[in-house]
């Protein structure tokens, strides 16, 4: 419910920074007046820091669905799928007049880039070695591209930012994983006509969910952003981020004094991607995910979960095409009472992919 603390000041008016501090306070409000059970500083944190993150982003999302120039039919469906994306701001737009009234526009309502990408196909799982895997599961992966920073405003909070969610069926959970990479500011250090480089600043959060592995972190991070033209219109990007984990949890193996099946705490992640594509289209993607969580609550523990991917993609039929995917989770839990327990699950999937816009 941190979002809709969130856009209930981001839709009167406020700016991302200026909402902020409304979702860290209702927040409190909610978390020391409002729970039946004692206040917990873990909840406090999450519903703040993804709440305004989440909330920033179905913001932009519900406003570049919304027309404000548009009238009739089509303006109302616009308005009713605005309202179910960022509910509070729909109701403040009811309330103002803003859901029939017309006028301009925000100029950023369409970024340059505005993709959204579906896979869906198969997947193979094991618990440990890939070749002796007898489990195949079907999934879906729908990606959404907000802006690019490179032809954007860096100046401002999420002008540029990546959601991933993947529904895994017969699994853990059907969320079987959610990412967000939201660009909170950045400058050039470098352009050429063949390359340029941006010093950035970003707000993530990520999420796992599996038989092996349950893992959740939000964390911020500075990070170095570069694209290079190559030949035939084709380009290679590459990022690395560095920076503390906020707060993060992972599945625990052992129980605690607190009765919680996980632990929890700070650390730090590594971020490294690269890929080559042309026109929107990614044929080559390649990433490796590092982080750190050192337990403050719960068993006493390091954490150390990774993911390695590779991707391969190429086109077939207008909008759409087919892809190889290949994908590497890691997890070392270190226990100062217990023994360490290892996890290692590798996933290959084969999919079809739709690009939805």
Known sequence: HGSLYFNAARSNGYSFWESVPFTFGGSFLWEYFNEVH??????????????????????????????????????????????????VGG????IDGDWSRRH??????????????????????????LFDADTTKAFMEFEFD????????????????????????ND??????????????GTFVKETEAASHIISAHLHHDYINTFQIEFGAQAVSAGLLSRFETVHGMEMRT????????????????????????????????????????????????????FWIHA????????????TRLKLATPVFDGG?????????????TYVAYPDVHVRLPQMRLFAEFILK
């Open 38 to 87: 004692h206040p917990s500083m873990n909840d406090w944190i999450s519903t703040s820091v993804g709440g305004s993150a989440m909330g920033e982003m179905l913001h932009r999302l519900a406003t570049s669905v919304r027309n404000n120039e548009g009238s009739g039919s089509g303006r109302t469906w616009r308005e009713v799928a605005g309202f179910a994306i960022d509910p």
């Open 91 to 94: 109701l403040n737009r009811v």
């Open 104 to 129: 301009a526009n925000p100029e950023d309502r369409h970024p340059r880039n505005y993709r959204a990408r579906l896979d869906a196909g198969m997947r193979n799982v094991s618990d440990d070695r």
């Open 146 to 169: 907000y802006g690019d920073p490179f032809f954007g405003d860096l100046g401002k909070p999420y002008s540029h930012f990546d959601m991933l969610l993947q529904l895994n069926f």
């Open 172 to 185: 853990a959970s059907l969320i079987g994983r959610f990412e967000s990479d939201g660009l909170l500011a």
């Open 239 to 290: 990022e690395v981020n560095l920076g503390p984990i906020l707060l993060g949890s992972v599945t625990s193996d052992y129980p605690s004094v607190s009765g919680r099946s996980y632990d929890y705490g700070p650390g730090a992640l590594v971020l490294l991607s690269a890929s080559f594509g042309r026109d929107g289209w990614d044929y080559l993607h390649a990433s490796h995910q590092q």
């Open 296 to 307: 403050i609550s719960g068993n006493e523990a390091d954490h150390f979960v990774s993911m």
């Open 321 to 333: 095409g087919i892809g190889f995917e290949y994908l590497l989770t890691l997890a070392d839990r």
